[in-house]
């Protein structure tokens, strides 16, 4: 198997890991990996991310031009197109609607940090994109103003995006996005939510910026 029939292949694992999580449903969510300075594979829209199979993965330019694939790309990979032009250590970006991480981009509400040591550690804050019709270039153009400061981002009335140095730590911040989101909405069904000291929040920054889970600079 060449590299490029692996890293399809590994898309397809990690879109029916999405799918078995409940992290999408129908042909929700999209996923991408960058291959080099100049191409880029997605997969296709109107595909259930349970069922693709490695010819279903689309082979474009990072223009966003296609190139190759039996189907067409999803228009939402102008997203992930944007981030991984600003974010050169970037290498996948996940986008999905994770149902508990989605209620707080619906509600408008932040997700609050501080809770669980190692959610601070792996997520950091999360900013809320500002809604935009999804697929369009204004909407791809808004994760901009984010997109240094956190690896994962809720899209206001849509779902969540997140992104990393591969396909497996970009897809796992998202297990852990929705995961922490359910943890705290079930916590507040018990009463209040009790945060982390600023003393220990502040040793977590550093074992995330030690770590690397920080974007550069962070």
């Not at 935009?132 to 981002?153: M, R, W, Y």
């Amino acid at each position: 198997m060449s590299e490029l029939e692996k890293i399809k292949a590994d898309i397809c694992a990690i879109g029916r890991r999405m799918w078995q999580r409940g992290l999408v449903a129908g042909s929700d969510g999209n996923i991408s990996v960058r291959l080099n300075d100049e191409q880029v594979l997605c997969t296709p829209t109107m595909c259930s991310k349970g069922f693709m199979q490695p010819a279903d993965i689309c082979l474009l330019e990072l223009s966003g031009e296609q190139v190759a694939g039996e189907k067409r790309r999803s228009s939402e990979v102008l997203l992930h197109l944007e981030i991984l032009k600003a974010r050169p250590d970037v290498m996948s970006v996940v986008h999905c609607h994770p149902p508990h991480a989605t209620a707080f981009a619906i509600t408008g509400r932040s997700v609050p940090m501080g809770a669980m040591a190692e959610a601070d550690v792996l997520l950091g804050d999360v900013p809320i994109v500002p809604y935009e019709t999804p697929g369009t270039a204004a909407f791809a153009q808004k994760i901009l103003p984010f997109v240094h400061d956190s690896n994962a981002c809720l899209l206001a009335n849509h779902g969540a995006v997140t992104f990393g140095p591969s396909l497996e730590q970009a897809y796992n911040l998202m297990e852990v996005l929705d995961a922490y989101c359910r943890i705290v909405l079930l916590s507040e069904q018990l009463g209040s939510v009790r945060t982390l000291a600023p003393e220990h929040r502040g040793a977590l920054v550093k074992i995330r910026t030690r770590g690397g889970f920080a974007p550069p600079g962070k």
